[in-house]
């Protein structure tokens, strides 16, 4: 016996049942990235490993538990577990950071993270990123938050939070590192055996374990925020004046750290508490040191990703509108076969021009077929039989009104089909 297979742990399957909310955002998110004067790159699934082991952070989280590592005869590659990594290679690798500046680009894409699977949390999922890169100035960052904002607000979300933070630049981190080295020595051995080693290395990302004794430990850890130097202070605070001036409301945040290491000066998420224990939908940041590490000429960028899971499960806890997807405009019902080539030739002629059309193609028996067309909602019905063949024409049924019209079988059908069809829109039933 044939044993079922089944979809791996932590992926998930769109039917077209559902594919029309994945089609509401994603057109949503390439018009409102184009709005803003961001255009789409697309990158490779995988990349060599080494890309996120010198980007994302060897101590990281994402780098330590979570990647997909394959072995490819004598090559090593990783599925990426995000997508700034692959986007600024490119962006190198392309030559796009010697067009004018700021090079501003977005990107859907598959990530792959080995994680425990729960609601919110997949092992692959999707997201939606954009990333600018040139301008080191406030404005940039401001720019990057207010096209977050304006994505989570046209999708009709309410209740979701900003929190923003500085991580500084290495300058403040230097004595900021000493000052958590110096907190974190005492509880050393209570931390769990990632951080023990992070604590030399990383001692930032000990605030980003997702361990409950690390974290109770951490509770009191010093703040970023009070080692800033005078430039990075500036800067944060310029960006809050610029939010303000744009009405985005927000909320500071010491404990942001961001679970990737690349992340300098403005770090930011986007939070609701609708969604359950994974809230985060949309975070991200400046990483000005990224470029000169992945051997680009130094270049401050910045940049965030939005997960489309998490966007897709809040949306439909509170209620938000999707945009439908295109139905049947016209089923043509041939009685028999010796009228299913002008069934075909009709059909499709109207699909050329951009309508859904359908025909039978189950030899079902005109009622069969009625109850058919009612189910895929058509908005028309037409027959076709050895009367309507011999008289060229036929009667169009309105199936939500039962109203019927008459059209001739000839070169006027197709424009008194789109008549109709213009009513049909127009018209409030
Ligand atoms: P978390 O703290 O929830 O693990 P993260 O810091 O790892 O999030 P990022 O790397 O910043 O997340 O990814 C950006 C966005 O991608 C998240 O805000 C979230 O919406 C989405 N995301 C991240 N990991 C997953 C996942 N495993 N499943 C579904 N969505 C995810
Ligand atoms: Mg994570």
Aim: hydrophobic share 35%.
């Amino acid at each position: 016996m044939a044993i079922k297979i089944t979809r791996p742990q932590g992926t998930e399957d769109v039917t077209p049942k559902q594919i029309y909310k994945w089609h509401t955002i994603e057109h949503m998110m390439r018009e409102t990235a184009e709005n803003f004067g961001f255009h789409e790159i697309r990158i490779p699934t995988f990349e060599q490993t080494d890309l996120f082991l010198r980007s994302v952070g060897e101590t990281t989280d994402v780098v330590q538990k979570e990647m997909y590592t394959v072995k490819a005869k004598e090559s090593e590659f990783t599925l990426r577990p995000e997508g700034t990594a692959g986007t600024i290679r490119a962006m190198l690798q392309n030559g796009l950071l010697n067009d004018a500046l700021p090079q501003k680009v977005f990107y859907l894409l598959s990530c792959f993270r080995h994680e425990r699977p729960q609601a919110g949390r997949l092992r692959e999922f999707h997201q939606f990123g954009v990333e600018m890169a040139g301008s080191a100035g406030h404005a940039a960052d401001a720019e990057i938050i207010a096209l977050a904002r304006a994505l989570l607000d046209r999708a009709g979300l309410k209740n979701i939070v900003l929190h923003i933070n500085s991580i500084g630049c290495p300058t403040c981190r230097s004595d900021y590192h000493k000052a958590l080295r110096a907190y974190f020595e005492p509880h050393k051995d209570a931390l769990c055996e990632t951080c023990q080693t992070r604590l030399q290395k990383n001692p930032m990302r000990i605030l980003d374990c997702k361990s409950l004794i690390c974290a109770e430990i951490a509770k009191n850890a010093p703040l970023i925020p009070d080692y800033l130097c005078s430039d990075c202070r500036t800067h944060f605070e310029t960006l809050q004046n610029d939010l303000k001036a744009m009405q985005i409301d927000f909320q500071l945040d010491p404990k942001i750290v961001r679970g990737l290491d690349y992340y300098t000066k403005t770090v930011f998420e986007f939070i609701t508490t609708d969604i359950g224990a994974q809230g985060t939908i949309c975070a991200g940041g400046r990483y000005d040191g990224l470029i000169e590490q992945l051997g680009g000429k130094p270049t401050p960028a910045m940049g965030f990703a939005l997960g489309l899971e998490r966007l897709i499960l809040t949306m439909e806890n509170q209620g938000c509108p999707f945009e439908e997807t295109k139905t049947c405009g016209l089923y043509i019902a041939p009685m028999d076969d010796t009228a299913v080539p002008t069934a075909m030739q009709l059909g499709n002629t109207l699909r050329l021009s951009g309508y859904q059309v359908e025909y039978d193609l189950m030899q079902r028996c005109l009622k069969a077929q009625m109850k058919y067309a009612n189910k895929i909602g058509a908005y028309f019905v037409m027959v076709l039989g050895d009367n309507e063949l011999q008289s060229k024409k036929a009667n169009l049924k309105n199936m939500e009104t039962g109203e019927q019209t008459e059209l001739s079988l000839d070169e006027t059908f197709e424009e008194r089909f789109n008549d109709l069809m213009v009513q049909y829109m127009f018209h409030d039933f």
